[in-house]
T-cell receptor, first 116, second 109 residues
């Protein structure tokens, strides 16, 4: 398996622009997670899906952030409008269902977002 | 939620065993201990997890004390590619992995 795939790997945009990050989870995985990593705050869970349904979006910082999972093999995280404080590395992860399996998460390589 | 305490940094000679400790004195009976690592500029990587018994896989061994208040991750023969930040994580509700600050392991040639 190719693992979790994220695109783009790097994104530089100007403040106010819309940004869309993409993720393809590992085939057969039931859970998908979006994390954000910054030096100040470390890794933070933004939202997660189970069987394509958003379960917990309490980590989404503002209404400017939205995430969708239209099918089992694709998810997007959108920021509109973007701000400089959104600059971070965004990771997507996926996992199987089961007693401890959702915590056995497999991460993608991340998207480094820079908002100027 | 149980919290973890790890040393900020450790060094290990290449080829030797790396033993990374973690304290989780407030862990509850049904909480697992998970270990992840993050190599520079990469996404976090799952290593191993355990509940009560010691566990071993192709990457590492996990030793959990009988009272479950601490654990040790063992990399039996550390290589330069094992240089990374290692995170000891106790399950947080709603599938949120709280990574904390971890231990920065440097493998020295």
């Amino acid at each position: 398996d190719a693992g979790v795939i994220q695109s783009p790997r790097h994104e530089v945009t100007e403040m106010g622009q819309e940004v869309t990050l993409r993720c393809k989870p590992i085939s057969g995985h039931d859970y998908l997670f979006w994390y954000r990593q910054t030096m100040m705050r470390g890794l933070e869970l933004l939202i997660y899906f189970n069987n394509n349904v958003p379960i917990d979006d309490s980590g989404m910082p503002e209404d400017r952030f939205s995430a969708k999972m239209p099918n089992a093999s694709f998810s997007t995280l959108k920021i509109q409008p973007s701000e400089p404080r959104d600059s971070a590395v965004y990771f997507c992860a996926s996992s199987l269902a089961g007693r401890a399996k959702p915590y056995e998460q497999y991460f993608g390589p991340g998207t480094r977002l820079t908002v100027t | 939620d149980a919290k973890t305490t790890q040393p900020t940094s450790m060094d290990c000679a290449e080829g030797r065993a790396a033993n990374l400790p973690c304290n989780h004195s407030t862990i509850s009976g049904n909480e697992y201990v998970y270990w992840y690592r993050q190599i520079h500029s990469q996404g976090p990587q799952y290593i191993i997890h355990g509940l009560k018994n010691n566990e071993t896989n192709e990457m590492a061994s996990l030793i959990i004390t009988e009272d479950r208040k601490s654990s040790t991750l063992i990399l039996p023969h550390a290589t330069l590619r094992d240089t990374a930040v290692y995170y000891c994580i106790v399950r947080v509700a709603r599938y949120n992995l709280f990574f904390g600050t971890g231990t920065r392991l440097t493998v020295i040639p």
